[in-house]
């Protein structure tokens, strides 16, 4: 066994290896096979899963290459997406785990997402990442 991840550290030298954008693709790959098996259609379904194995054929090709200033080029041009997605999909979950004792505000000025406690009435909610200061009525 040691042996194996000796010649496999030393075939990977040099390569790209796994970025944010191939955990993308291999997510994006499992999500669009699962779509396909819902069609009835199967020319439909057929398609979706080409696309589906092209997606993982690019991100093996990706993780295998040695052109490492455009694999890195092509994550930094994808990053602040997935950052987004991924954000969207954090503050989706807090919003839904914490409905009853939480509200979620945007700051007016800097868009920060802020929690403030659940109780009625007026609050005067300070953003902890400008300073801005704003009126809020919970009912």
Known sequence: MRNFLYKFSNFMQGRNGFDELNGALI??????SIVARCFWNWRVSLILQFVSLALLGWAVFRFLSTNLYRRSAENRIV??????VVGWFKLTYKRL???????YYKCPKCKAQLRVKNIKGKHTIRCPKCGNKFEKTIR
């Open 27 to 32: 997510v994006l790959s499992l999500i669009v």
């Open 79 to 84: 990053k602040p997406v997935i950052g987004g």
């Open 97 to 103: 785990r914490d409905g009853r004792t939480h509200r």
